[in-house]
């Protein structure tokens, strides 16, 4: 009797989840909206490269301040503001302000939490070849799960070793991680690879954009950092 009363149960739901998915939308659905003016895009772009990395010594200033922990939301005020300088900088070019709005993306500090809109960043800015977008990216791409692209263990490889071979620390302690799937020949293959893959060249990463209804999380996962 339980099995078929969970059975109805399931049945009922899949109604009732198609209205709460018409009537509260997406989550993660698409691109978020930038939090950049007109205005602050025109600043940003008039700045030079030193101006720039003034600015972005601001923003690195006001994330100190709140000393806000990965993977969790922070809503701080200041961190908004960071975030809204990043974007402004990111969006007119600066590499460097690309990887930090990655960051606050798949964090949730001073934007909205939003795996797919941080793959995005990650990719401008490792393409432009920041070390530390490219080694998040390549973990975005590790099988078995994947985060927020579809598991890939080549690009993970060609992302890790960009970043190893720029000197980040934490890519080279964990290149073991991007390797251990590999057989023999598929890491001759991807060590290949390698010869003919300047980052610039990269494909995009294909984002997995899954719905989200609040009400009804069970059924469509949040996509979280």
């Not at 339980?2 to 209205?19: C, E, F, N, T, Y």
């Not at 698409?30 to 030079?48: F, K, N, Q, W, Y």
């Not at 806000?68 to 070019?93: C, K, M, V, W």
Request: charged share 25%.
């Amino acid at each position: 009797m339980l099995p078929g009363l969970l059975r109805r149960l399931s049945l009922a739901a899949i109604p009732l989840a198609l209205v709460g998915y018409v009537a509260l939308g997406y989550r993660d659905a698409g691109p978020s909206p930038s939090p950049v003016t007109a205005e602050a895009l025109a600043r940003a772009e008039a700045m030079d490269r030193e101006a720039r990395r003034e600015e972005l010594r601001v923003v690195l200033d006001l994330e100190r301040a709140v000393a806000a922990r990965q993977g969790e939301e922070n809503d701080d005020p200041r961190l908004a503001e960071a975030a809204r300088r990043a974007a402004a900088l990111a969006e007119a070019g600066f590499p460097p302000a690309a990887w930090r709005i990655a960051w606050y993306y798949m964090n949730g500090w001073g934007l909205e939490r939003d795996r797919c809109t941080a793959i995005e960043w990650l990719y401008r800015a490792a393409r432009a070849g920041e070390a530390s977008a490219q080694f998040w990216l390549a973990l975005s791409y590790l099988p078995p799960n994947g985060r927020g692209v579809a598991p890939d263990k080549l690009e993970a490889f060609r992302w890790a070793t960009a970043a190893r071979d720029q000197g980040l620390p934490l890519a080279a302690d964990l290149y073991h991680f991007f390797t251990r799937d590999l057989a023999p020949d598929e890491r001759a293959a991807a060590a290949a690879s390698l010869a003919g893959w300047p980052p610039r060249s990269a494909r995009a990463p294909v984002v997995e954009r899954f719905p989200y209804v609040p009400l009804l999380g069970g059924l469509w996962p949040r996509q979280t950092h």
